[in-house]
């Protein structure tokens, strides 16, 4: 069982079009990391959110960390091809696990 | 900029043969992190750090096996490989606990035969 779920798994857009990628949890997460990957390389952080319902701007990125603590959006507007990657989410948790879970990642494509 | 090195980036090696994947990081960490990852999928963690000799596995299941013998220096052994264990192996560090970010290195792509 994936313990952070993300959708779309795979997306495909034009550039210029707005998108959202969600990561969603049944668990509760002390603070929410998104990352994104390009091929070849490892993971690099994006942004932290700790705070429920806390918004966040990165650019073009804005990052949204649910009320509960159990979800995160990324909105990406005006796409452009650099943001072509693997979009990754992860959550750490209050008690009992003593390293990030990692989401099942989107796969986002932006076509010039 | 981050300063965490892997080695191989990559590996083609028959079945049966045993591999040392090294990572080694110069910021003075003292947590680090191994994770497996298929193309384009999540990371599931093998094998985690919080110091020297201290070494715990993580929720993958893992037949592979780390030491901590150094801060820096943080590798992963393979007895003897199988097409199985085919994959990127991903190394990371961080210099927090559980919110702190994650350092990757490029990563070492292992192919068993």
């Known amino acids: 069982t994936q313990l952070l779920e993300q959708s779309p798994q795979f997306l495909s857009i034009q550039e210029g079009e707005n998108l959202t990628v969600y990561c969603n949890s049944s668990?509760?997460?002390?603070?929410l990391q998104w990352y994104r990957q390009e091929p070849g390389e490892g993971p690099v952080l994006l942004v932290t959110?700790?705070?429920?319902?806390e918004v966040k701007k990165l650019k073009r990125l804005t990052f949204q960390f649910g009320d509960a603590r159990k979800d995160s959006s990324l909105h990406i507007t005006a796409a452009q091809p650099g943001d072509t990657g693997l979009y990754l989410c992860?959550?750490?948790?209050?008690?009992?696990?003593?390293?990030?879970?990692f989401g099942s990642g989107t796969r986002l494509q932006v076509q010039p | 900029e981050a300063d965490i090195y892997q080695t191989p980036r990559y590996l083609v090696i028959g079945t049966g043969k045993k591999i040392t994947l090294e990572c080694s990081q110069t910021?003075?960490?003292?947590?680090m992190y191994w994770y497996q990852q298929d193309p384009g999928m999540e990371l599931h963690l093998i094998h985690y750090?919080?110091?020297?000799?201290?070494?715990e596995k993580g929720d993958l299941s893992s037949e592979s096996t780390v030491s901590r013998i150094r801060t820096e220096h943080f590798p992963l052994t393979l007895e003897s490989a199988r097409p199985s264990h085919t994959s990127q192996y991903l190394c990371?560090?961080?210099?927090?606990?559980?919110?702190?970010?994650?350092?990757f290195g490029e990563g070492s792509r292992l192919t068993v035969l």
């Open positions: 910021m003075g960490h003292d947590k």
């Open positions: 990371a560090s961080s210099s927090r606990g559980e919110t702190g970010e994650l350092f």
């Open positions: 959110v700790v705070t429920g319902g």
């Open positions: 750090s919080y110091g020297v000799n201290s070494t």
């Open positions: 992860a959550g750490a948790q209050y008690t009992g696990r003593r390293a990030l879970t």
């Open positions: 668990s509760v997460f002390s603070s």
